[in-house]
T-cell receptor, first 111, second 116 residues
């Protein structure tokens, strides 16, 4: 079955620490991948997306993600997190007009 | 302002009482979609629509209906709600089905539904 999985369910970091959230997809064909962020009480916002070309994608707020085809992965990274990055992060994939979301990772950044 | 609106934002109802959650977008988007968000499960797609009168099932369509009579509106209908449909629901829209690199899915503010 086509799916997207996130293995880190809850991550706690101190400010200025580096962040890497894992995401794996399990479908073939055209691979379009996304990372969304959901701040407390708000709706989802797009952080970045990968469609083709350069596997290192840069998004908003200093986030980036790397598409590694051989590992079926699309991990999200940020070199130095801030308290304002506290949120839930969702990886998503798009295939044949459908969207598949991971279960989400809650990031808690301690000031 | 470009936006996706949903109504109501909060709804408490009882088992079996038909309800409709409205969704409207003002961006002339062709693709619209409904998701439910449950703790530990992320977002799961219920139904999507490629254009007017074109709808298709997502991963969890059981117990839901949709219609797309106008481009801007995509209501979600629960004919006979049950407690397992208690969830947070999001509507989203985009120019196309996410196949274009310039495409972005815009999400509504969410509808928190409780079925007693």
């Amino acid at each position: 079955a086509q799916s997207v999985s996130q293995h880190n369910h809850h991550v706690i970091l101190s400010e200025a620490a580096s962040l890497e959230l894992g995401c794996n997809y399990s479908y073939g064909g055209t691979v379009n991948l996304f990372w969304y962020v959901q701040y407390p009480g708000q709706h989802l916002q797009l952080l970045l997306k990968y469609f083709s070309g350069d596997p290192l994608v840069k998004g908003i707020k200093g986030f980036e993600a790397e598409f590694i085809k051989s590992k079926f992965s699309f991990n999200l990274r940020k070199p130095s997190v801030q308290w304002s990055d506290t949120a839930e992060y969702f990886c998503a994939g798009n295939n044949f007009n459908k969207f598949y979301f991971g279960s989400g990772t809650k990031l808690n950044v301690k000031p | 302002e470009a936006q996706v609106t949903q109504n109501p934002r909060y709804l408490i109802t009882v088992t079996g009482k038909k309800l409709t959650v409205t969704c409207s977008q003002n961006m002339n988007h062709e693709y619209m979609s409904w998701y439910r968000q449950d703790p530990g499960l992320g977002l799961r797609q219920i139904y999507y629509s490629m254009n007017v009168e074109v709808t298709d099932k997502g991963d969890v369509p059981e117990g839901y209906k949709v219609s797309r009579k106008e481009k801007r509106n995509f209501p979600l209908i629960l004919e006979s709600p049950s407690p397992n449909q208690t969830s947070l629901y999001f509507c989203a829209s985009s120019l196309s089905s996410g196949q274009a690199s310039t495409d972005t899915q815009y999400f509504g503010p969410g509808t928190r539904l409780t079925v007693l």
